[in-house]
């Protein structure tokens, strides 16, 4: 399995910015649909964003479509969330997470959840005044 570690979470005012990043223990990525996900307290874990990192293919729910940008850095292997315009409700615990190169697809979006096997630790982002 992949190994994913996050970084970048903090604490940020509304309307701030921050950019969270996912650094993989792979050095192909391109084989890999990489997603990040958010889960706050007591609601289910959302796909916030995806990747299918081959194709360049990405995905956004609705809520943050405008204001979070999924990227990623061939040469360090990192995938990176940059999220501008924070408001209260993005609080949450962010994972990024892989789906094993045998499950590989250009559509990143028709991805169960389920899908993704391979899962950072989470970073906690938290938006408050």
């Known amino acids: 399995q992949l190994q994913l570690v996050e970084s970048g979470g903090g604490l940020v005012q509304p309307g701030g910015s921050l950019r969270l990043s996912c650094t993989a223990s792979s050095f192909r990525l391109d084989v890999y649909v990489i997603g990040w996900f958010r889960q706050a307290p007591g609601e289910e874990r959302e796909r916030v964003s995806c990747?299918?990192?081959?194709?360049?293919?990405?995905y956004y729910t609705e809520g943050v479509k405008g204001r979070f940008t999924i990227s990623r850095d061939s040469d360090q292997e990192t995938v990176y969330l940059q999220m501008n315009s924070l408001k209260p409700e993005d609080t949450a615990v962010y994972y990024c997470?892989?789906?094993?190169?045998?499950?590989?697809?250009?559509?990143?979006?028709?991805?169960?959840?389920?899908?993704?096997?391979?899962w950072g630790q989470g970073t906690q982002v938290t938006v408050s005044s």
């Open positions: 990747m299918s990192i081959g194709s360049g293919n990405t």
């Open positions: 997470a892989a789906v094993d190169p045998r499950a590989y697809t250009d559509y990143c979006r028709y991805l169960p959840t389920s899908a993704f096997e391979s």
